[in-house]
């Protein structure tokens, strides 16, 4: 699925005594990042967040909600955050916007079935020309070979606009570094509007995930999507924008909406990492005594299943998972909102 790989190690469960030595690096890196916040952008649309309370089963909001009205989109969250407090969060955004930002992912077949179309009638026309002049077949076939490197080099570009990327002549897959970099911004206020919570809380900042991790698995639920949506094909991804107004994301989806929300503080480091069928995410921490972390690059990443359905914490995985990351098909790629 993934294209770029580097060598790690893994371990599982090492008592974060043993590892002090090795992590003073690390420790050295993360200290200091909880007002580390990068350069405000415009808010996309507006998030409010509050407790809800409920004396009976019944009143306990679901999940996700959504509805939309006189041209704006309203949807509805609510989760069990750190400290087993009950929260809200409610965003609005103008319909056409999010239709906007929708369109800005995937592709159809007819726009690349347009520019193979450019493609063949340049070559047509390039052939007319040389039966009409008695061009030398040389200079047609340099001809032919500038038209074709032509043609494949705004379909890849097409394709990289749109969020994906060639694994190899046949094979995209959705660009998750590039897609995360690009919708960090995006995020920026659901990330604020969850720091004003942790503040309230007297939280660190640093404890910022524990407040979107529950959010991201719990209040969105796990879903495989469909590779084609309304005419879109999308290879079965989600940009976190649609992740949030739809309600719902596979694993790699839901990993780069928790991912672009953290990034929005600079210090704050992490991996995405690739198994076969499924995908997660590290974050650079010192792991407590029982953890699920992995080492890559001589630093050491806290393991995170952003997918859900329930509430993991940090550095609990998944049986599933641990069977997969040692299968030893595991493929890294770092994150960044740079």
Known sequence: MLSQRKTFAVRIGVSSGLLLAA???????????????????????????????????????????????????????AFIAAGNRPLRLNLSLPAADYATYRNRFGYRQDELDALYRQQT????????????????????????????????????????????????????????????????AVVRPLALTLLESARDQQLGTQDIVALALPFTQTALAYEALPVERNGRLTAGFSPPLEVLLEGRGDCDSKTALLAAMLLNWDRIKLIGVGVPGHYLLGVLRVPARGDAFFEYDGLTYVLMEPAGPTWLPPGMVADSTLQRIGSGKVIVEPLSAR
């Open 121 to 184: 009638e340049r070559l047509d026309q390039a052939y007319r020309n040389a039966l009409a002049t008695g061009q030398p077949q040389d200079e047609l076939d340099a001809i032919y070979a500038r038209i074709k490197a032509d043609y494949h080099q705004r379909t890849d570009q097409l394709i990289r606009e749109r969020g994906f990327r060639f694994v190899d002549n046949h094979t995209l897959t959705a660009d998750i570094p590039r897609i995360v970099r690009d919708n960090t």
């Open 23 to 77: 992590l003073l690096g690390c420790l050295a890196l993360v200290s200091g990042w909880e007002d580390q916040l990068t350069t405000p952008a415009p808010a996309a649309g507006s998030w409010h967040l509050r407790d809800y309370a409920s004396s009976s089963a019944a009143e306990v909001p679901p999940p996700f909600t959504r509805k939309e009205h006189d041209g704006i989109v309203t949807a509805s969250y």
